[in-house]
């Protein structure tokens, strides 16, 4: 059974600082992983989506990684500012068309 | 890119009563939509698969009699609680996925508080 893990659960830091966010999953036949954004209260935003065969995505400060055979995904945050204090969440996906699987989060918060 | 709305996206019952809740694909058709649940502090978790045409998929440990799922088009799935209990209280989104396309788009979600 896919199991999904993210670290740290909870992150502070001040504005500007470049930051990781770390997701593992114990199943590495996976379809695909995406990385979203879920403000409190608020539904899911996607951010990236990498599939198994692709090694990261980028999208303006933000920076996926997938090393699928050690099972493990990072997000990197550049120049972090306030407006990205949210939760974000990881997830994969072991077939096309089947639902996601998904970690507990890190809830970042960016201070000023 | 597609969007998903869901409605409503709050909703205050009372013990035993029934909630409704639609997610609908609006630029987009979907022959299958997912409903997950999330509680406080908690990750998504699948409820069930909607497929439309036929019945819902429901993971181990969901009661399908308790949670009714609807999917009679392919822009409208619906999620009905019955005789809710205040153990339902949760946050419920729906996703879906274009034809062909592999990002899943969700729905605003639900906010389902049982007094």
């Known amino acids: 059974k896919q199991e999904v893990t993210q670290i740290p659960a909870a992150l502070s830091v001040p504005e500007g600082e470049n930051l990781v966010l770390n997701c593992s999953f114990t199943d590495s036949a996976i379809y695909n992983l995406q990385w979203f954004r879920q403000d409190p209260g608020k539904g899911l935003t996607s951010l990236l989506l990498i599939q198994s065969s692709q090694r990261e995505q980028t999208s303006g400060r933000l920076n996926a990684s997938l090393d699928k055979s050690s099972g493990r995904s990072t997000l990197y945050i550049a120049a972090s500012q306030p407006g990205d204090s949210a939760t974000y969440l990881c997830?994969?996906?072991?077939?096309?068309?089947?639902?996601?699987?998904f970690g507990k989060g890190t809830t970042l918060s960016v201070s000023s | 890119g597609a969007v998903v709305s869901q409605h409503p996206s709050w909703v205050i019952c009372k013990s035993g009563t029934s909630v409704k809740i639609e997610c609908r694909s609006l630029d987009f058709q979907a022959t299958t939509m997912f409903w997950y649940r999330q509680f406080p502090k908690q990750s998504l978790m699948l409820m069930a698969t909607?497929?439309?045409?036929?019945?819902?998929?429901?993971e181990q440990g969901v009661e399908k009699d308790k949670f009714l799922i609807n999917h009679a088009s392919l822009t409208l799935s619906t999620l009905t609680v019955t005789s809710a209990h205040p153990e339902d209280s949760s946050f419920y989104i729906c996703?879906?996925?274009?034809?062909?396309?592999?990002?899943?788009?969700f729905g605003p979600g639900t906010r389902l508080t049982v007094l």
């Open positions: 996703s879906a996925s274009p034809s062909g396309v592999d990002t899943q788009y």
């Open positions: 997830a994969v996906s072991n077939q096309a068309g089947t639902a996601l699987i």
């Open positions: 909607s497929n439309e045409g036929s019945k819902a998929t429901y």
